[in-house]
């Protein structure tokens, strides 16, 4: 089972759709956003369970557990630091929780690896910039796998 916070149109849950994988849920924000995802990508769209929440509303309200949570940009960025959001996405992530995040030059900064580490989780692998090929983008690619 795979989440994408920040799902947005669906980009790459309809990409892990076409590498064969059936367990998929999404969640952003925009609900005209997911709207979006049933005209781009239909057959993707049909077979994924979908919600338009914020992260603190989807996470307070106990979403049932999956193997992989994954973020791609500014989501997770985002979430005041006043809100648990690590411990969140750690009690529902039963094995991988993969960010492709900016670490520097936004408004709350974090310490991921200290953070998921108090829950539990281990950085397994880092690659800074997370695109050899698009640098300019400088964002980073870290995944963490529970201990």
């Given at each position: 089972t795979i989440l994408d916070m920040g799902c947005n149109v669906g980009r790459h849950l309809n990409y892990l759709y076409h590498q064969g994988y059936r367990n998929l849920r999404g969640v952003d924000w925009s609900s005209a956003a997911i709207r979006d995802m049933a005209s781009r990508y239909p057959e993707m769209h049909a077979a994924s369970r979908l919600t338009a929440a914020s992260f603190e509303e989807f996470l307070s309200n106990s979403p049932e557990q999956v193997d992989l949570v994954y973020t791609r940009g500014a989501t997770f960025e985002l979430v005041h630091p006043g809100f648990p959001l690590i411990r969140h996405v750690c009690q529902i992530a039963r094995r991988y929780v993969v960010l492709v995040v900016s670490e520097a030059a936004h408004a709350y900064p974090r310490f991921w690896e200290y953070e998921f580490a108090?829950?539990?989780?281990?950085?397994?692998?880092?690659?800074?910039?997370?695109?050899?090929?698009?640098?300019e983008h400088r964002v980073s690619l870290l995944t963490f796998t529970r201990v």
């Open positions: 108090r829950e539990g989780f281990e950085l397994t692998h880092l690659r800074r910039p997370a695109s050899p090929d698009a640098p």
